[in-house]
């Protein structure tokens, strides 16, 4: 079992910046991926930025060049920096943990959500 904490969620105005960490304990893989996915109402959970433990990241397009995703491995910790933010970045953050056994997926966990609400 892995368990996620999120935390850094709140309400901003377009064009603040707001800073999201989430911190994994538990049974964490050496091998793992952790990232953040939002969900706005009404809409489907999508992928916002990943980063795994070598520290390669993938971002959705809108995220490029607004938001960075960082880990902190000896703290089993990631961070997303979300810069420029918009209205439509609102929504539920949720911290998502993949681990991997010899590159094979192993398992997976959300944490609870965090709200990030920018008003315009």
């Known amino acids: 079992q892995v368990q996620l904490v999120e935390s850094g969620g709140g309400l901003v105005q377009a064009g603040g910046s707001l800073r999201l960490s989430c911190g994994a304990s538990g049974n964490i893989l050496s091998m793992n991926t952790m990232g953040w996915y939002r969900q706005a109402p009404g809409k489907q959970r999508e992928l916002v930025a990943t980063?795994?433990?070598?520290?390669?990241?993938n971002y959705a397009d809108s995220a490029k060049g607004r938001f960075t995703i960082s880990r902190d491995n000896a703290k089993n910790t990631v961070y997303l920096q979300m810069n420029s933010l918009k209205p439509e970045d609102t929504g539920v953050y949720y911290c998502?943990?993949?681990?991997?056994?010899?590159?094979?997926?192993?398992?997976?966990?959300w944490g609870q959500g965090t709200q990030v609400t920018v008003s315009s």
């Open positions: 980063i795994n433990s070598g520290g390669t990241t």
């Open positions: 998502n943990y993949k681990g991997y056994i010899s590159g094979n997926f192993h398992s997976a966990y």
